[in-house]
């Protein structure tokens, strides 16, 4: 299963404060930091895991 090509895009939807260092560190290690960035990443099983990590601070942009 080969995901070469293709991306993801996701948005941050909550804040960062008063959560756990590793939360804040995978939203650094996503391109993060406030409420409302996008960012189009690789999609690759090591994203989606970070993406698990902070479920509930971001989502998946469907795009069309």
Known sequence: MSNS???ITIE???S???RQPQQEA???GLGLN???R???LKDSPQVRGMIA???HLVR???EK
């Open 5 to 7: 090509g293709k991306t």
């Open 12 to 14: 941050q939807i909550g």
């Open 16 to 18: 960062e404060i008063r």
């Open 26 to 28: 995978t939203l650094i």
């Open 34 to 36: 406030k409420i409302g």
């Open 38 to 40: 996008r960012r189009q």
């Open 53 to 55: 990590k902070v479920a």
């Open 60 to 62: 998946v942009v469907e």
